[in-house]
C-alpha cells in the first residue's frame, strides 16, 4: 500500500512539477468573462498573466467541486491506495468542504489537510509531506505532523501595484490613485488562513526593508526545512531586488534560491509585480 497525495492548483505546483515529485494537482477553473480555463491545464501562469493584464474585470476563480475529488479519491482507493489530500485555506476557498463531502463517500480513510495557506505556503506543507511519505510514516501519520507544522509556516506578499485590489472592490479608486502616485506598496501576510494587510511602504527600498523586518520578526527563516520565493507577472525584476537588499538573511545558508511563479488563486486579486516569501520560522 502506497500514499497517494492530493493537492489543488492553488500550491502553484505545476503539472510536470507534480509528475516528477509523485503526486497529484487537481487544477482549480479560472473564467474569463465565459470562458472557463483549468488552471496549469488549459492556461499556464504566462498565459494567465497575459489575460489578466488585458481585461478590465477581473477573472473568477472557482474551488474543487465534491464530484471531482470523488473521482480522485476512488481512483486511489480502487488501487489499494491511502489518501493525504492538502488543501489552500479553508478561509479562501471551499475545497476543504468539497473534499471532506467527497470523502463521506468512502469505507477507506482518507486524511484531509488544511493547509491554512496558498500557492508557495501551501506547497512547503506539500514538499514536508513528501519528505515524510519517503521515510515511511502512514496517512494519518503524516496529516498529524503537517496540522502541527503548518502553524510554522510564514508568507509574506508586497504587492507592486494597488489597481487590482482596487478591482476586487477591497480599496476605493481614490485610494488606489494616490497610493500610485506616491509609489505605495501594500504590504500582505497570510495569518491563520486568511490573507490580511501587514502594512505599506513607500518605494521598493523601503518595501524590501519592511519583507526584511517582517522575516527577523517572525523568528527568521528555518533554512533546515523548504523555503520558497515566488513572483506573480512576466518579470522577477522585484525579486531580483529584493534578493540584492536582503543578501544578509540568505548568505552563507544558500547557494540556490527556490523560485516559483503564483498563479490564478492568488494572482488575480494581486495582479503583476508582486513577489512572496514562504517558509518556516524558527520557534
Do not use: W
Not at 489537510?113 to 521515510?135: H, M, P
Not at 509609489?183 to 491563520?192: L, M
Not at 531580483?240 to 548568505?251: A, H, N, Q, R, T
Amino acid at each position: 500500500m502506497s500514499i497517494q497525495i492530493i493537492t489543488d492548483s492553488a500550491s502553484d505546483i505545476t503539472q510536470a512539477q507534480a509528475s516528477a515529485m509523485g503526486i497529484t494537482v487537481i487544477p482549480l477553473t479560472v473564467t474569463f468573462g465565459e470562458t472557463s480555463y483549468r488552471d496549469g491545464v488549459d492556461l499556464d501562469h504566462t498565459g494567465f498573466y497575459h489575460k489578466l493584464i488585458e481585461t478590465d474585470a477581473l477573472p473568477v476563480t472557482s474551488q474543487v467541486s465534491p464530484y471531482t475529488y470523488e473521482e480522485y479519491f476512488k481512483n486511489a482507493v480502487d488501487a489499494g491506495d491511502e489518501v493525504l489530500c492538502i488543501v489552500l485555506s479553508s478561509k479562501l476557498s471551499g475545497c476543504y468542504q468539497s473534499a471532506n463531502i467527497a470523502a463521506q463517500e468512502f469505507d477507506a480513510p482518507i486524511s484531509i489537510v488544511d493547509s491554512e495557506n496558498v500557492t508557495v505556503g501551501q506547497r512547503l506543507l506539500v514538499d514536508l509531506a513528501i519528505k515524510l511519505r519517503s521515510e515511511g510514516k502512514n496517512a494519518k501519520e503524516i496529516a498529524e505532523v503537517l496540522d502541527v507544522e503548518k502553524k510554522k509556516i510564514r508568507l509574506i506578499a508586497l504587492l507592486d501595484t494597488l489597481e487590482y485590489l482596487k478591482k476586487g472592490g477591497r480599496i476605493s479608486s481614490a485610494v488606489a490613485i494616490a497610493g500610485g502616485l506616491l509609489s505605495i506598496k501594500p504590504v500582505v501576510t497570510v495569518d491563520n488562513g486568511e490573507v490580511v494587510f501587514a502594512g505599506m511602504a513607500r518605494g521598493s527600498k523601503n518595501s524590501n526593508n519592511k519583507l526584511i523586518e517582517y522575516v527577523k520578526k517572525e523568528g527568521g527563516i528555518n533554512f533546515d526545512k523548504n523555503f520558497y520565493l515566488a513572483y506573480t507577472g512576466h518579470s522577477k525584476v522585484m525579486l531580483d531586488k529584493y534578493i540584492e537588499d536582503s543578501i544578509e538573511l540568505y548568505e552563507g545558508r544558500v547557494t540556490e534560491f527556490p523560485i516559483s511563479t503564483v498563479g490564478c488563486a492568488i494572482g488575480t486579486h494581486i495582479g503583476p509585480g508582486a513577489i512572496c516569501i514562504a517558509f518556516f520560522n524558527n520557534d
